[in-house]
């Protein structure tokens, strides 16, 4: 298996890190597709993060959307 690079867009917080872990290690095991996009919620405490995953050929695309996005 190949190690895939992780690319964060943003600043994110350590939580919001933790977040990111949690969906990749979700989004590894189900999607393996190059190209499709996957939206995860995850949970931590009382709040819940979406983070937003790009598959590319070597690399994840990772965004936090609780954020404003740029147009």
Request: charged share 25%; aromatic share 2%.
């Amino acid at each position: 298996m190949r190690r895939m690079k992780l690319i964060i867009k943003g600043d994110v917080s350590d939580i919001e890190r933790i977040a990111i872990n949690a969906a990749l290690e979700a989004h590894k095991q189900n999607h393996n597709r190059t190209g499709i996009i996957v939206n995860h919620k995850i949970k931590i405490g009382q709040n819940i993060y979406p983070v937003e995953i790009q598959n590319c050929q070597k690399s994840y695309m990772v965004t936090m959307r609780n954020k404003r996005q740029r147009i």
